[in-house]
């Protein structure tokens, strides 16, 4: 299939065949779900920001016992949690009649559920031990020693970014690529610092600024579900799209009933940033937790991820009992565009679209 030219680069540094990235969406993803994508000629990809090196090490292998294509394993890079008992307390002393209704109460600590990789010294030796194709970062940089580390093991390295200065120090720490994610993205905000002000750029105007600002390539992320939305992200310079939730109602992912029928239903209509689930700001369909934060009368949240703490702790009490509405429905703006499909089907679909997208430009006259 012909491609809009300029996506050569970004496709043979990375060996693939088609410039579509499958983001890695922790909790979501699973070996299956990246082999799918990468054998149909993507880069599929693994979220290990929320396990330890062996749980990683294994995923990784899972993979590899299903492609022998390239695929991408992304890590978390924030800052480790500070703990704040007040605040913390405050926090679970806020949900305890939320989980009352299902017969439980809230942890009596919370604690730092997941070691960031910029002080999981054992994630990154198993990293260099098994070599995957792909590592990418996610909240920020890990130091110029891991870096160095990953990329003597042959490692190629991507960093998402949601604006230029993120972008251009990613780039002087020596990635290979760039992931422009926009306001539209689902899950997480990939902000370097969470507390500072986020100009919220949204996917058109994120990818443009840093195709102009860089030298390395750009992969364009946020709201694209389909084959037009690759080919518009293309046409503003990327060479590449990502995509996340439209890989979520997957056959292969790991998500539960509660979350794929919120996904294809009329939920996915109406997004809505939240800190409430995990401490940090990211996009969910709103659900009984998005309103939960959304109380003005809501106590300040605990820090990333000492917050999940609680907010898993609340799903797991509420679905026991049925309720799905308490968890992390991650989506993107473009939820509603959601399609049921196993991944090679959906890869093969947005082929198809893509084809047709191109064919449709060739016919505007100018």
């Given at each position: 299939?012909?491609?809009?030219?300029?996506?050569?680069?970004?496709?043979?540094?990375?060996?693939?065949?088609?410039?579509?990235?499958?983001?890695?969406?922790?909790?979501?993803?699973?070996?299956?779900?990246?082999?799918?994508?990468?054998?149909?000629?993507?880069?599929?990809?693994?979220?290990?920001?929320?396990?330890?090196?062996?749980?990683?090490?294994?995923?990784?292998?899972?993979?590899?016992?299903?492609?022998?294509?390239?695929?991408?394993?992304?890590?978390?890079?924030?800052?480790?949690?500070?703990?704040?008992?007040?605040?913390?307390?405050?926090?679970?002393?806020?949900?305890?009649?939320?989980?009352?209704?299902?017969?439980?109460?809230?942890?009596?600590?919370?604690?730092?559920?997941?070691?960031?990789?910029?002080?999981?010294?054992?994630?990154?030796?198993?990293?260099?031990?098994?070599?995957?194709?792909?590592?990418?970062?996610?909240?920020?940089?890990?130091?110029?020693?891991?870096?160095?580390?990953?990329?003597?093991?042959?490692?190629?390295?991507?960093?998402?970014?949601?604006?230029?200065?993120?972008?251009?120090?990613?780039?002087?720490?020596?990635?290979?690529?760039?992931?422009?994610?926009?306001?539209?993205?689902?899950?997480?905000?990939?902000?370097?610092?969470?507390?500072?002000?986020?100009?919220?750029?949204?996917?058109?105007?994120?990818?443009?600024?840093?195709?102009?600002?860089?030298?390395?390539?750009?992969?364009?992320?946020?709201?694209?579900?389909?084959?037009?939305?690759?080919?518009?992200?293309?046409?503003?310079?990327?060479?590449?799209?990502?995509?996340?939730?439209?890989?979520?109602?997957?056959?292969?992912?790991?998500?539960?009933?509660?979350?794929?029928?919120?996904?294809?239903?009329?939920?996915?209509?109406?997004?809505?940033f939240t800190?409430?689930?995990?401490?940090?700001?990211?996009?969910?369909?709103?659900?009984?937790?998005?309103?939960?934060?959304?109380?003005?009368?809501?106590?300040?949240?605990?820090?990333?991820?000492?917050?999940?703490?609680?907010?898993?702790?609340?799903?797991?009490?509420?679905?026991?009992?049925?309720?799905?509405?308490?968890?992390?429905q991650w989506?993107?703006?473009?939820?509603?565009?959601?399609?049921?499909l196993p991944?090679?089907?959906?890869?093969?679909?947005?082929?198809?679209?893509?084809?047709?997208?191109?064919?449709?430009?060739?016919?505007?006259?100018?």
């Open positions: 299939m012909s491609q809009p030219s300029g996506n050569g680069t970004l496709l043979n540094l990375l060996g693939i065949a088609r410039p579509i990235v499958q983001a890695p969406m922790a909790g979501v993803s699973t070996p299956e779900l990246a082999a799918a994508v990468s054998n149909a000629g993507g880069l599929g990809s693994l979220g290990v920001g929320a396990m330890n090196a062996e749980g990683a090490r294994k995923a990784i292998r899972a993979t590899r016992a299903l492609t022998n294509q390239p695929f991408n394993v992304n890590v978390f890079c924030h800052q480790p949690a500070r703990a704040d008992e007040a605040v913390e307390r405050a926090w679970t002393g806020w949900l305890a009649p939320v989980f009352a209704q299902f017969g439980a109460t809230p942890p009596a600590r919370l604690g730092e559920i997941y070691t960031s990789f910029v002080v999981d010294h054992a994630m990154l030796a198993m990293l260099v031990e098994e070599r995957p194709a792909v590592v990418s970062f996610h909240f920020g940089l890990p130091s110029a020693q891991a870096i160095a580390a990953l990329r003597q093991a042959g490692i190629k390295l991507l960093a998402s970014a949601t604006n230029v200065d993120e972008a251009r120090a990613a780039e002087a720490a020596g990635v290979d690529a760039v992931i422009a994610q926009g306001i539209e993205a689902g899950g997480h905000r990939g902000v370097f610092d969470p507390d500072a002000v986020d100009d919220r750029l949204g996917t058109f105007a994120l990818t443009r600024l840093l195709v102009r600002a860089l030298r390395v390539p750009v992969i364009a992320a946020g709201g694209i579900m389909d084959g037009a939305g690759i080919v518009a992200a293309l046409a503003l310079g990327a060479q590449a799209a990502q995509l996340g939730t439209a890989f979520v109602a997957c056959a292969e992912t790991s998500i539960d009933e509660g979350y794929r029928r919120a996904l294809l239903g009329d939920a996915a209509r109406r997004t809505t800190k409430a689930i995990s401490g940090r700001i990211a996009r969910s369909m709103a659900n009984r937790f998005t309103a939960l934060g959304d109380d003005p009368d809501a106590p300040r949240t605990p820090a990333y991820p000492v917050a999940y703490d609680a907010g898993k702790a609340l799903h797991a009490a509420a679905k026991a009992q049925g309720e799905y509405g308490y968890g992390a989506a993107g703006q473009a939820a509603a565009l959601a399609r049921a991944a090679a089907e959906l890869f093969a679909q947005l082929e198809s679209e893509m084809r047709e997208s191109l064919a449709q430009m060739r016919d505007v006259r100018i």
